[in-house]
């Protein structure tokens, strides 16, 4: 019982959480429950949105109006690992902002490829010769003097 109330330090460490904080009040609970690319993939709706970033599964669904870059974003990610795409934008500490009892359960380790996010489309390069067609209407449009 009091390894469950007390965390170990090797498992607060794991979790980047410090004794005192929110995120080690919600490892308490939520140390023991491990959900997979399965279980994560069930909660991709508007009403029930979870996202795993850096390992752990946090429920975002009360977060999403106030996203700064817009709930489609989480909604995107909805389902998934989207820790590479949290990366690009965000230092890991800004998960600490997310609301107490964000962190609902950790990604099972054996199953975090399963649960990676797909890629973002992304458009093609422009072609040589689409970038030349460019060149030669600002050449017309600015010649040289």
């Known amino acids: 019982l009091f390894r469950f109330i ?3 330090p090797t498992i607060l460490r794991y979790l980047g959480a410090r004794r005192g904080s929110w995120r080690a009040v919600g ?13 994560l993939a069930r909660h991709r709706d508007e ?19 106030e996203h700064p870059g817009g709930k489609q974003v989480l909604m995107d990610l909805a389902g998934y690992d989207g820790t590479a795409a949290y990366n690009a934008i965000h230092p890991k ?5 997310l609301p107490a009892g964000s ?16 890629a973002p489309a992304t458009t093609s390069a422009p072609s040589a010769s689409s970038l030349n067609g460019c060149w030669e209407g600002l050449r017309r449009l600015w010649p040289r003097t």
Do not use: N
């Open 103 to 118: 962190l609902v359960a950790m990604l099972d380790p054996s199953d975090s490829a399963a649960a990676q996010a797909p």
């Open 47 to 65: 009403g029930d949105c979870w996202v795993a970033f850096h390992d752990g599964v946090y429920d975002v669904t009360a977060f999403l109006a």
């Open 6 to 8: 007390h965390p170990s």
């Open 93 to 97: 500490s800004m998960l600490d902002k």
């Open 27 to 39: 490892v308490i609970s939520m140390a023991r429950r491990v959900v997979g690319a399965v279980e």
